[in-house]
């Protein structure tokens, strides 16, 4: 079943002509993933290796019943990218782009978010069910099948911990990057929601970092409603207090936000939270065991 | 980006919120003929990125000229929780009759702008929202709807606000949302908001702070930016669209990753070493790009060894490793240097690495090894 990334998935790209969105378009083909259409205005008639290209995501929509969008577009298009995709009546949309600005984002998210569409990011690496599909730009090749739901607001390091889970014999059902930007379409309650809800995820890791409290937040709906077995890896117990740290989330700014502060809110709440990946990992393994 | 409180005002004056009269002063002599062209009393501010510039002496009311050049010559050098007095801003006194406290800031939590208003001004907002809770009204902004007038007046019954006042703090209040919302602000803070004795109200700070994402649309706010106080090396990291945070210790640290590179800070400072940087080389680097991510982390004289912490995604670990190699040949690399290479490309990049036998070069196999040696050869180094 796994989610986001799914068997039902029918992926429309958009910004499919360009560079990235070429070589991703094809990589997640590759991979499995439904890939039915690609958007770049003006190019509407041409294919990329065989996935027809239109005009607008209503036309995709309307010829290929496409339901999810990658947007993979410059910053200055991708808000309205994300908004032409959810007037398309586009179910998800994964959005890769890094550097939009967050007042657009504001608007974005106050569009979607009420009409139940789901925005995964924007400046994420997408989502990956091993073995089913894969939607972004996260290298498949470090994660295999298994019982482990990732989810994440960093990219390498989600593929790090992924490939710590994968050399001692752990498998994931689908790994989420939820982004790193102020304003992200999908928390970390809305991940912890979609895999408790997942039959095939028996156990879910969170990734968080400095900034915000949205692990905090966490901790309290993983105590309210979420019963499967949550560890986590909280990144940057070492930032230095008023730095973003490459995020433009990633900022501690006052006493809130740091590392520490938010490893202890999920231990009060049960979570066992490793000081490094490999720590992280290894308490998932020493839970579930092998297989 | 912050601005400087004589940028901020720039704006507020833009916006028709009113500001005192003021000068921007680099020298003794120019604090001093700002102060004999405004006439008066003036107030003569050290003009730093951080707060508690009242406390740490650097701002001053003087009486005429002589007292400004004076105050100047304090203040200019002053160093303020790190940040060192290169320029002040010189000001018209004004006639106080009431401080207040007036901020919109980007609740990412919300995901709504928050607007805060409290009688408490001219002291520190979250000491209000500590000891005084009640004191500090709090309401939140739908972005669909943005301000109008009933978010004022809700705000100022909420404050308390003196009902003969509300008349003339209003339209302040809107004038500075819309400095929020247009300039793509994620913080404008007031403090204080000054009463003048006339009924008047008028802003004698401010704290703004820009949205790096939205610069582009902003090219006079880009050009604010003042690049002297910037790190030599946050600078030209930026130059090269790195993300670079220096830290104070020996080891360098350069990864791909925000989050990736933070957990490597962390499992360094965990191994027991100290980490001189946060060094992001971004997904997709090019061989170009990692030679020059090196020679800016190497260019910190402190750095005793280098860790390299990559895990290919975009980025392909066999242009990590040509790079790396090219920026051997082409600077001087003076630092003993650990690489950590997995994911995408990674034995041909390791491949390489060991074929070029670069005495300089110890490769490992996972990040918590290649983070306790880094910190071993930094330590022989020192």
């Known amino acids: 079943m796994a989610v986001i990334a799914t068997k039902d998935t029918r992926l429309v790209v958009q910004g499919i002509t360009g560079r990235e969105g070429t070589f991703h378009a094809l990589r997640n083909r590759d991979y499995g993933t439904n890939v039915v259409a690609g958007v770049t205005p003006g190019r509407a008639g041409q294919d990329v290796e065989g996935i027809p290209v239109f005009d607008s995501v209503a036309d995709a929509v309307d010829k290929t019943g496409a339901n999810t969008s990658l947007v993979i577009v410059p910053p200055r298009f991708a808000a309205e990218a994300i908004l032409e995709a959810a007037a398309a009546g586009i179910e998800q949309i994964v959005c890769i782009t890094e550097g939009i ?48 739901g990732l989810v994440s607001r960093s990219g390498t390091l989600t593929y790090q911990i992924g490939g710590e889970l994968a050399a001692m014999g752990l498998g994931n059902s689908t790994i989420i990057g939820i982004g790193g930007d102020p304003v992200i379409g999908t928390s970390f309650i809305d991940a912890l929601d979609l895999f408790q809800a997942d039959p095939e995820t ?32 909280i990144a940057g117990f070492e930032a230095p207090v008023g730095k973003t740290m490459g995020h433009a989330g990633a900022i501690i700014s006052g006493t809130s936000g740091t590392a520490l502060a938010k490893k202890e809110a999920l231990e009060a709440k049960g979570v066992q939270v490793g000081i490094n990946p490999t720590e992280a990992a290894q308490f998932v393994f020493d839970r579930i065991g092998k297989g | 980006m912050d601005l400087y409180e004589h ?34 009393t003036v107030v003569v501010k050290s003009q730093v990125l951080t707060g508690g510039r009242g ?51 980007f609740d990412r939590s919300a995901k709504m ?35 109008r ?88 990291a930026r130059e090269a669209d790195l993300a670079y945070v220096k830290l104070d210790g ?110 300089e070069i110890t490769v490992e196999n996972t990040m918590l090894e290649a983070a306790a040696t880094a910190v071993r050869l930094a330590g022989e180094a020192g």
């Not at chain 1, 504001?106 to 994420?124: A, D, F, M, T, W």
């Not at chain 1, 990734?207 to 993983?222: L, M």
């Not at chain 2, 919120?17 to 120019?30: D, I, L, P, Q």
């Not at chain 2, 009463?195 to 649309?217: C, H, M, P, Q, W």
Request: hydrophobic share 45%; proline share 5%; net charge negative.
């Open chain 2, 149 to 236: 007038g009933f978010h004022g007046q809700q705000l100022m019954s909420m404050a308390g606000i003196p009902v003969e006042e509300r008349k003339a703090l209003a339209p302040i209040m809107a004038q500075l949302y819309g400095v929020f919302a247009d300039d793509d602000a994620m913080l404008v803070e007031v403090n204080p908001l000054v009463l003048l004795e006339d009924g008047s109200f008028l802003a004698a700070d401010a704290k703004v702070t820009i949205d790096d994402n939205a610069l582009y649309r902003h090219p006079t706010v880009e050009a604010m930016r003042d690049l002297s106080a910037v790190d030599a090396q946050e600078q030209a």
């Open chain 2, 113 to 147: 702008p928050l607007l805060m208003l409290t009688t408490m001004g001219g002291m520190d907002v979250e000491d209000v929202a500590k000891n005084h809770p009640a004191m500090l009204a709090r309401l939140h902004v739908d972005p669909a709807l943005g301000y």
């Open chain 2, 250 to 359: 020996d080891v360098g640290i350069l990864g791909n990753g925000a989050g990736l590179v933070m957990s490597t800070v962390d499992v360094v400072a965990q191994a027991g070493g100290r980490p001189a940087n946060f060094l992001d080389v971004g997904g997709g680097a090019s061989a170009e790009k990692i030679a020059t991510a090196l020679a800016i982390v190497l260019s910190d004289e402190k750095v005793k060894s280098v860790l390299f912490n990559i895990f290919g995604g975009i980025t392909r670990c066999d242009e990590v490793a040509k790079g790396l190699l090219e920026a051997l040949e082409t600077t001087d690399v003076r630092a003993p240097i650990v690489v950590r290479l997995d994911g995408t490309n990674d034995v041909e990049g390791r491949r390489l690495l060991n074929e070029a036998q670069r005495p």
């Open chain 2, 55 to 105: 406390k740490a002496g650097g701002v001053k009311v003087v009486k005429d000229p002589a007292a400004a050049a004076e105050a100047a010559e304090a203040i200019l050098g002053l160093d303020i929780n790190g940040h060192v007095t290169h320029r002040l801003y010189i000001e018209q006194g004004i006639a106080i009759a009431k401080e207040y406290y007036f901020s919109v800031t």
């Open chain 1, 101 to 148: 600005p967050a007042h657009d984002m504001l608007e974005v998210y106050h569009y979607v978010r009420p009409r139940g569409i789901r925005l995964l990011g924007p400046n994420c690496p997408g989502a990956l069910s091993p073995g089913i599909a894969n939607i972004g730009i996260i290298p498949a090749q470090v994660f295999k099948p298994g019982p482990v």
């Open chain 1, 202 to 233: 028996e156990f879910i890791v969170m990734v968080g970092e400095i900034g915000g409290n949205d692990e905090e937040q966490a901790a309290d709906v993983i105590a309210e409603r979420i019963t499967k077995p949550v560890v986590s890896y």
């Open chain 2, 7 to 40: 940028q901020g005002k720039e704006l507020f004056a833009a916006a028709g919120v009113a500001v005192a009269n003021g000068r921007v002063a680099y020298t003794v002599e120019e604090a001093r003929a700002a102060a004999t062209e405004l006439g008066g």
